[in-house]
């Protein structure tokens, strides 16, 4: 082979090596949707209004079988789901935290959103937790839960007496922490006080900077 043909062999081989990975990064960045480098956008959490909770399934009669959040400094309403694995790996140190939050009037409602009680059942003496009755409930077609925003379970929602949904909590959290505790007590504190009710009518329209939250 001529020296001509074996430098415009090399000259051929190198050119690839150099051309196709700078189309392939072109590609990549066109079909990317033109976002590569930048942060993700999220849209924040409104302060609003909850959504009914009528529909939700009680083994109870009466008011006992109702969520009443004027009753309670701080209510906390949970979605969750027997099948659901980080609902499962928090529901115990979050049933501990309910029961050691209801001397400072701060509520827990677990609402799963299962297809019938069997289950729920199962999953509470397999997993030794204790719920009240009262703060038990049934979603089994998931319409209350679809009425609230939840898609990803579990998804937690903490209220103020006046029926705000004032934060919304995504995904599992580590409920045994001391700074949970003390947030749930210093909120619960501030309702008793009023304080929310000057100012949630003002905050209606307005966008919060809580999404998706850790506490």
Not at 58 to 85: H, M, P
Request: net charge positive; aromatic share 14%.
């Amino acid at each position: 082979m001529s020296s001509t043909k074996v430098f415009w062999d090399r000259f051929f081989k190198l050119s690839v090596l150099i051309v196709t990975p700078v189309l392939g990064w072109v590609y990549f960045s066109e079909h990317s949707g033109k976002s590569l480098g930048k942060p993700e956008v999220i849209v924040p959490f409104k302060v609003e209004k909850t959504a009914s909770v009528q529909g939700l399934e009680s083994r109870l009669k009466g008011d006992e079988g109702k969520i009443d959040f004027s009753k309670n400094q701080v209510s906390v309403v949970s979605f969750w789901a027997t099948w659901c694995a980080p609902c499962v790996e928090e529901m115990p140190a979050m049933s501990e935290l309910a029961s050691r939050l209801e001397s400072k009037g701060v509520y827990f409602y677990f609402v799963s959103i299962d297809e019938d009680w069997s289950k729920v059942d199962r999953f509470l003496e397999a997993n030794i937790v204790d719920i009240p009755a009262n703060r038990l409930f049934l979603d089994r077609k998931r319409e209350v839960a679809s009425l609230w925003g939840s898609e990803k379970f579990p998804e937690t929602y903490v209220v103020s007496p006046q029926g705000w949904k004032v934060e919304k909590i995504v995904g599992f959290q580590d409920w045994t922490r001391p700074a949970v505790y003390s947030y749930f007590e210093k909120l619960a504190e501030k309702f008793k006080k009023d304080i929310f009710v000057q100012t949630s009518f003002l905050m209606k329209e307005k966008e919060s900077k809580w999404q998706r939250k850790v506490l």
